[in-house]
């Protein structure tokens, strides 16, 4: 595929009061497990905040997951990172095995957006794409 860049969008949506319960039923084992140590950091600057952060983030990795349509994706989590730029904007590095899948899709580009209030956090990403997956 050539020319213009083929769009692919990943959507989740994640109750924080899941997450809060895991990192309370499981501890840094779960937080370990699914974040970077940059995201922790960020997430635990403000505490009140902290379980609508990492649902955020967590919603973001499965979005990228679904937009990259990554089938296996078990131990992906940290290899997806959210980051904060100097002006506040998020956006997304990958390592490792995502960025191997990104690369092989030829995703240029991933744009993302975070949301939360109250209950619920939710993320959209959008790949640019050049290369349609193989059957």
Not at 104 to 113: C, P
Request: proline content about 4%.
């Amino acid at each position: 595929m050539t020319g213009m860049p083929m769009m692919r969008v990943g959507v989740d949506l994640v109750r924080v009061r899941d997450v809060t319960e895991s990192v309370n039923t499981f501890g840094d084992r779960y937080l370990q497990r699914l974040f970077t140590p940059a995201e922790l950091s960020y997430a635990r600057g403000d505490p009140t905040r902290m379980p609508e952060r990492l649902a955020a983030r967590f919603a973001a990795k499965e979005a990228t997951i679904k937009a990259l349509g990554m089938a296996e994706h078990e131990g992906a989590w940290r290899c997806i990172e959210v980051i904060r730029t100097a002006s506040g904007r998020c956006e997304l590095l990958l390592h490792g095995r995502v960025r191997v899948a990104a690369d092989a899709l030829g995703a240029t580009s991933l744009a993302i957006s975070l949301s939360h209030e109250h209950e619920y956090a939710a993320a959209v990403v959008v790949a640019a794409v050049h290369r349609l997956p193989e059957a």
